[in-house]
């Protein structure tokens, strides 16, 4: 079975960088038609998701993010990663990574990581 | 706002059968979009409850299912079970949006 575990730092300086990495275990990030998924969830709200990555390196973002994303994957070392730039405190929530094994239109959330609160705050 | 809409609560008794509902547009459940479901319990990771309509994964309950008709669907929950009070999203893909969509979450409470 899948296993994701996010981590990264759990405050980030308005106008600065978020960069989480989700490890994948339990299979090969490489292996299969996954997409790897970034989610968001504020305080006390519901869920968002931010972007997507396949193994060939093409990401999907969602579009009123996409001027401030990026996503990579990292095969040697089972990884993929999220950069957000110019963060403000409406990017505070915790971020959930997640895999896809139906692709395109068909893509839902099989497995979760634990998630990591990431706080926006000077 | 969310894309799609849910009521914000649900309760049922022990044993009864409540249903959610998912009501989203043309653009997404109403363009023939699959709709997911999620369970989420307090301050954990949500879980995958049902995909693509009506299929359950390995190891959910038969008393969770899913349906779909025109621009919304519906997940029902009969035998409600204290275990179950948590809340639950549904999902699609938005192809105006190209985005895929969360429901505001429903809480269901087990009086």
């Known amino acids: 079975q899948v296993q994701l575990q996010e981590s990264g730092p759990g405050l980030v300086r308005p106008s600065q960088t978020l960069s989480l990495t989700c490890t994948v275990s339990?299979?090969?990030?490489?292996?299969?038609?996954?997409?790897w998924n970034w989610v968001r969830q504020p305080a006390g709200k519901g869920l968002e998701w931010i972007g997507q990555i396949y193994i060939t390196g093409r990401p999907n973002y969602k579009p009123s993010l996409e001027s401030r994303l990026s996503m990579s994957v990292d095969p040697s070392k089972n990884q993929f990663s999220l950069r957000l730039t110019s963060v403000t405190a409406a990017d505070t929530a915790v971020y959930y990574c997640?895999?896809?094994?139906?692709?395109?239109?068909?893509?839902?959330?099989?497995?979760w990581g634990q998630g990591t609160l990431v706080s926006v705050s000077s | 706002q969310s894309v799609l809409t849910q009521p914000p609560s649900v309760s049922g008794a022990p044993g009864q059968r409540v249903t959610l509902s998912c009501t989203g547009n043309s653009s997404n459940i109403g363009a023939d979009y699959d709709v997911h479901w999620y369970l989420q319990l307090p301050r954990t990771a949500p879980k995958l409850l049902i995909y693509g309509d009506t299929n359950r994964p390995s190891g959910v309950p038969a008393r969770f299912s899913g349906s779909k008709s025109g621009s919304s669907a519906s997940l029902a929950i009969t035998g409600l079970q204290a275990e179950d009070e948590a809340d639950y999203y549904c999902q699609s893909y938005d192809g105006s949006l190209n985005d895929y969509v969360f429901g505001s979450g429903t809480r269901v409470t087990v009086l």
């Open positions: 339990g299979g090969s990030i490489s292996g299969g038609s996954y997409s």
């Open positions: 997640a895999s896809s094994l139906a692709i395109g239109s068909l893509a839902y959330f099989d497995y």
